[in-house]
């Protein structure tokens, strides 16, 4: 696991869910309104008070794209320039069925991509560069 902004004390803390099928992660384009808006990036959010981080992840993705999964195992941790502890989560989904509905206001597009095309889309929001440059050098496994 890595950190790319160790210097900065986190204020906030947050998760990150990560999922594949075919060589491609699931992604989202963030909704206009919320922070980082229109920005291609993994689903996620904050950890609410009391939440274990496992807890959130599920969570999230309920709320982000009605997906049902369950967390699998902590693969990354860092903290973003603007002092957020993000932990990095993939998850699995869970039963047979997974239409995926995007939130009508945080997310305005599911995307399925792969580490590459993440890279190097215009859009990517840009802490999520160091993690998919891992990825694709083989550092670990997801």
């Given at each position: 696991?890595?950190s790319d902004s160790g210097s900065i004390r986190p204020r906030k803390f947050g998760v990150v869910a990560i999922t594949h099928r075919d060589g491609r992660f699931l992604t989202i384009?963030?909704?206009?309104?919320?922070?980082?808006?229109?920005?291609?990036?993994?689903?996620?959010?904050?950890?609410?008070?009391?939440?274990?981080?496992?807890?959130?992840?599920?969570?999230?993705?309920?709320?982000?794209?009605?997906?049902?999964?369950?967390?699998?195992?902590?693969?990354?941790?860092?903290?973003?320039?603007?002092?957020?502890?993000?932990?990095?989560?993939?998850?699995?989904?869970?039963?047979?069925?997974?239409?995926?509905?995007?939130?009508?206001?945080?997310?305005?597009?599911?995307?399925?991509?792969?580490?590459?095309?993440?890279?190097?889309?215009?859009?990517?929001?840009?802490?999520?560069?160091?993690?998919?440059?891992?990825?694709?050098?083989?550092?670990?496994?997801?």
């Amino acid at each position: 696991m890595s950190s790319d902004s160790g210097s900065i004390r986190p204020r906030k803390f947050g998760v990150v869910a990560i999922t594949h099928r075919d060589g491609r992660f699931l992604t989202i384009r963030r909704g206009p309104t919320v922070a980082a808006g229109g920005t291609i990036c993994f689903p996620g959010g904050h950890i609410e008070p009391g939440e274990r981080e496992d807890e959130a992840v599920v969570r999230e993705c309920h709320e982000e794209v009605a997906a049902r999964v369950e967390a699998v195992e902590c693969v990354w941790r860092n903290v973003t320039d603007w002092g957020t502890s993000l932990a990095w989560w993939t998850v699995r989904f869970v039963g047979a069925e997974h239409e995926l509905v995007p939130h009508p206001v945080e997310v305005s597009e599911i995307l399925w991509l792969s580490a590459q095309e993440m890279l190097e889309h215009p859009d990517l929001l840009q802490g999520n560069r160091l993690f998919l440059e891992a990825v694709i050098e083989g550092r670990f496994k997801v």
